[in-house]
């Protein structure tokens, strides 16, 4: 996190050179909780992204193929705030059970964005970034600073202490047979590998997944790059390969695009042939979906996507 800790990391923007003509379309979904008891997969339509709505600690989507979806903690209870789903987001006023419980909104541009997902390039660029947490102001000595004399305000008013979950759908149209790879990138907590999960399909067919790196518990609120793996569960970049990311101690929440992941972090996909290589001309989808899988450690955690066609 940086130095002054406000989260306001829209304004860096690097759009691709990629002149293939092929556009993706998406739509985009975070998960939140409630204090009553919603169905599951009810849509709620806001000035931004869609949420869907999901019973208190339960899975927002199935998790009967553990090498597909990612899998939510087991051992969090409808009372444990942990077990909630929420995004403290912009342009959402507070108020109301619901909302003061499930944290849909501070109202504040600067410290979440009003929309954690960034666009580019006609959609063939995505980026997703996870909301800077409570737990990492607590660890960094910051939960002080946001209270004044005339208005206090509590760190846990400000940053997110809730699961972060959602997924993008997205879909394009090929005039002609074509290639297609997909470049990955991204930054996950050093507490363990459990948490930042990835898992993106092309056509329903599994590509790639990813996961927090772990392996620095003297300071679990730092970053690194994200451990990434191939349709088969082999890391890819190979683990002998990997490499640390880039840049100062904390991740500063106003450039975390950019100077953070290197080459030996980031993931080219472009098989299993079947569906990226030799894609019939007309419709095909891809679906990648997110999950912080507990409310700690996410200050400066994203994924990144490049979608190329050839």
């Not at 541009?109 to 063939?124: K, S, T, V, W």
């Not at 047979?177 to 363990?192: C, F, P, Q, R, T």
């Not at 500063?252 to 019939?280: C, E, I, K, S, V």
């Amino acid at each position: 996190m940086g130095l002054n800790f406000p989260t306001a990391f829209w304004k860096d923007s690097n759009p691709s050179d990629s002149s293939d003509g092929v556009g993706i379309n998406w739509d985009l979904y975070l998960y939140y909780s409630t204090a009553s008891n919603i169905g599951a997969g009810e849509v709620i339509s806001s000035n931004g992204p869609l949420f869907s709505a999901i019973a208190n600690g339960a899975h927002p989507y199935a998790v009967n193929d553990a090498n597909y979806y990612p899998i939510y903690p087991t051992n969090t209870l409808p009372s444990d705030e942990n077990a909630f789903f929420g995004w403290y987001l912009t342009g959402y006023e507070r108020g109301g059970e619901v909302n003061s419980l499930v944290g849909i909104g501070t109202n504040d541009p600067d410290y979440h964005r009003a929309n954690p997902f960034i666009l580019d390039d006609n959609g063939r660029e995505l980026n997703l970034f996870f909301e800077a947490d409570r737990s990492t102001v607590v660890d960094l000595y910051r939960e002080d600073q946001y209270g004044t004399t005339s208005e206090p305000r509590s760190y846990k008013e400000i940053f997110n202490g809730f699961i972060q979950s959602g997924y993008a759908e997205g879909s394009f149209t090929l005039t002609s047979v074509s290639d297609l790879s997909i470049k990955v990138s991204g930054l996950g907590e050093k507490h363990d590998t459990d948490y930042e999960k990835m898992h993106l399909a092309v056509d329903g067919v599994h590509i790639c997944k990813g996961e927090s790196p772990g392996g620095d518990d003297n300071n679990p609120w730092d970053m690194n790059q994200v451990k990434l793996f191939n349709s088969a569960g082999a890391q890819t970049p190979p683990a002998t390969d990997y490499e640390n990311r880039v840049g100062g101690t904390p991740v500063d929440q106003d450039n975390r695009r950019f100077g953070y992941t290197t080459a030996g972090g980031q993931a080219t996909f472009t098989t299993p042939a079947n569906p990226l290589q030799n894609m019939a001309a007309g419709e095909h989808t891809i679906k990648i979906y997110f999950n912080t899988n507990d409310g700690q450690y996410n200050s400066g955690a994203f994924y990144g996507f490049k979608f190329t066609f050839s």
